[in-house]
């Protein structure tokens, strides 16, 4: 099996290489030192699994998972102490080690993620996980976009809007457009709705942005932006609107 | 409102101690002053009560004149005159009862001699022990008052050491770098066992620090350091730090853990979060009988935001305004790309804070 290690401490990584040279069939093909290295060397070295720490600097263990998406190898994460994770792994039984990591416990990971790769078990989502391990009443605070190659770190309180266009999302953050892959419904459910409001099937409104609502027809509105933008409300989307501003 | 009246059961025992004065009364009329028995009981048990009721307004006299600090002479004048005229009034309101139980022209019985004296006397003496029983009680709620504040305070010292204990014993720090001596342990020994060292020492020093009210600056640097020796171990090239602490002020009291928190937080939520690292600075100087602590760190614009945010930052305000009040200050710069902590302490010579 080929493994990629990926931990921000250098000397986790190599207690981790030293005790898998002790076990048959394990090569280490890479070990990357930040989420960034961890999403290039995974997708250049097409590991069978990856020992993934949560928190590293720019991108945490989640937010790679995130950006692989079906690339992703079959994982193994590591923490020290992360009791929100935690009881994340355990919901979802997802393989997690205990830093410092026990060899024998090390060697039953690595055996039970040999069995599921030949069963073909296919492991939860990232963004289940990841909302799984959030602590409660928190919700997402920024969005991971990769845009021709590059890795987008996306701080929620700079998108204007969100608009759906066909499979992608498009985030508008100031004038400037970002397209991601994934649902409007999907999203919504993760945003803090205290900020974010759903005006229309096709937008969610940053409420901070709004400058007006006028009135449009019949049963419709335009929400004016503070700069300048209009986007179209539903009736749906103007009562939502009115309940969170009153 | 006068305590005797917070709890029935106390007013019940007050007054039975006044019956049995009663009692007492009755007796001493009896044998001494020759009275029949059913008079002298019907007579003395009421008085006695009445006695009992009136000597409750000795409290408000005691509150008025505490025994620890008020002058003899004033103190003596004041019962002097409280218990005449106390004394006076009982007399009056024994005399009219003593008018009222015998309707006849006489006031006490025939056989009954020398009962005015007797009550003068028997008043006399109760209302002295009435006014000796109150400032023993008065006494006895005093020290059982101190002896609570006492344990009050206590556990508010304790609940703060306690909080500050677990700040320092963050399970991230403790398992990795637990983690990080299993890792020495394989190729270098040496480093490894230097790893034990720098941990015993942060913690014994966090153990000991924690319950004192305020340390030298330069203790407080040396746990600092020592974290950070700790913590260039797990991030390696990444962590790089300076101290710039002026001669002047290594002498100054300050509130224990109130520097290592800082740095901590500038560890983890700044230089954690930079691909390549960044600085941990921490300056103190002296600034017009100030001492002035700053402790500064890159961050990463795009960092996620933190769980703990603030937790060790509150930690350290409260403690600083416990020990120094409205002296002292503690600031807040938060840019895009670094954070910086300053806090303002009367720079006081840690000898004369601790004597």
Redo the contacts between chains.
Sequence with gaps: MRVLIVD?????R??LA?HLAKLPEIEVVGQAA?G?EAVKLAEELHPDLMFLDI?M??L?GFEVLELLGARAPAVIFTT???EYALRAFEVHAVDYL????EPPRLAAAVERAAERLRNKIPPPSPEQLSAAAR?PGRTL??ILIRHEGRVH?L?LERIDFIEAQDDYLSFCAGGKRLRKQQTMSELETQLDPTRFVRIHRSFILNVERLARIDLYGKDSWLAILSDGTKLPMSRTGHTRLKELIG | MHPIFKHRRRLLLYLGVWVVFGLLLTVVFVFGGNAPVAWSLEFAVPVAIVLGLQSLSFWYVVQATPADDTPVVRMAVIWAVAGLVSLLVWIAIAYAWAIWLVPTNEVYPETATGILPLLIFAGAVGISVAVLGHYLAGAFQRSRNAERRALELQVLAREAELKSLRAQLDPHFLFNSLNSVAALIGNDTQAARQMCFLMANFFRKSLTLARQQSIPLAEEVSLAQTFLAIEKVRFGERLRSSFDIAEDVQDVAVPPLVLQPLVENAVHHGVAHLLEGGEVCVQARRREGFLELVVSNPCDPDRPPSRSTGVGLVNVRSRVETLCGHRASVDVDARETSFRVSILLPAVSSHAATS
Excluded at chain 1, 8 to 12: F, M
Excluded at chain 1, 98 to 101: D, E, G, H, I, S
Aim: aromatic share 8%; proline share 15%; net charge negative.
């Design positions: 921000d401490e250098t000397l986790a190599s207690i030293e930040n960034f928190q600097p720019k945490s020290a102490f992360d205990l830093k410092p990591v602590p605070e920024r770190v701080p």
